[in-house]
């Protein structure tokens, strides 16, 4: 029922060559996809919250210009996130094809 410590184990039982983790079947792509995606994945949604938050921001300022410059200048850098973010996404599917895989799905 309860399973002996890795230091104890062979290593063949938990690394296999040629398997999913490893040997022949890993590639670069299949290192780098989850990595690629996450992050992309990640900068667009948090350029997303930011967006929302400037709004609400620029909303509440009730006019004070301090206020609306603050917002004003968040709900830019938001938007230089979300433009960096699908620029992103854009490189890596140029890069993949002229280099001949594909970042984004790694089982092909």
């Known amino acids: 029922m309860i399973r002996s410590v890795f230091a104890a184990e062979d290593l063949s039982t938990i690394y296999k060559p040629g398997g999913a983790l490893g040997g022949s079947s890993a590639t670069l ?3 780098l996809a989850p990595l690629i995606q996450n992050t992309i994945v990640l900068t667009a949604l948090a350029s997303f919250i930011a967006i929302i938050l400037a709004g609400f921001n620029l909303i509440s300022s009730q006019g004070d210009k301090a206020k609306v410059q603050q917002a004003t200048n968040m709900l830019n850098y938001a938007l230089v996130g979300l ?7 854009v490189i890596t599917q140029i890069v993949g094809r002229v280099g001949g895989f594909d970042f984004l799905n790694p089982g092909i």
Not at 83 to 89: D, G
């Open 83 to 89: 433009v960096l973010a699908v620029a992103a996404f």
């Open 29 to 31: 792509g299949k290192f």
